[in-house]
């Protein structure tokens, strides 16, 4: 699932050429999971490729009307071509994640509540600057999106990162360096 003689082989130091295989191969997934997922939306709708000729129209030519908006190849491949490297940036990112949780197993915490907080932003962003958008966009299919390049991006990393399982199976979260669980303060 990794690179030849990628993060998987034991001893194998985790250089920054790997780290940015590893950041496109898991953006290229998320980004793939997102846009089959609106295909088949849009399809459904019987509109194949509207979304990203919506979003396209916004982004290039700044059209906000989602009645008014033609699926157009330059639109279509425009915004998909810039959805595919914003995915992997963010796959760029997690790789880097998963690669300091696996030099440092106790930054597990910090990576789930940076994700966390990325999420709740990327909402937020898409409600203040999309707002026009949104009635096309539902909510409820942007999140299914979002949680299926989630997982498929995660499942990957772990997958090329056998030592972060291995490391929380021989201390789950929780646990004290001398190996207590201890119940929190209150």
């Known amino acids: 699932m990794s690179e030849p003689g990628g993060a998987a ?6 250089t920054l050429r790997l780290i940015l295989f590893e950041g496109f191969v898991a953006g290229a997934i998320g980004a793939v999971a997102v846009a089959t997922w609106f295909l088949i939306v849009d399809t459904i709708a019987g509109r194949p490729f509207f979304t990203p000729a919506m979003l396209g129209s916004a982004v290039f030519w700044g059209n906000l009307d989602p009645s008014t908006v033609e699926i157009t190849f330059p639109a279509v491949i425009g915004y998909t071509m810039l ?12 790789a880097a994640f998963a690669a300091l949780v ?14 966390a907080v990325f999420e ?8 203040t600057l999309a707002q026009p958008l949104l009635g096309a966009l539902a909510w409820s299919n942007v999140a299914v999106g979002n949680c299926l390049a989630a997982f498929g991006m995660g499942f990957y990393l772990w997958r090329a990162h056998p030592r972060i399982r291995q490391q929380l199976a021989e201390h789950p979260l929780g646990e004290s360096v001398d190996g207590a669980v201890r119940a929190p303060n209150h």
Request: aromatic share 18%.
């Open 9 to 14: 082989d034991a001893g194998r130091p985790l």
């Open 83 to 94: 959805h595919v490297l914003l995915f992997v940036g963010a796959g760029a990112a997690a």
């Open 102 to 115: 696996e030099i440092f197993p106790t930054t597990a915490f910090l990576v789930v509540f940076l994700f």
């Open 120 to 127: 709740v932003g990327f909402y937020i962003i898409v409600a």
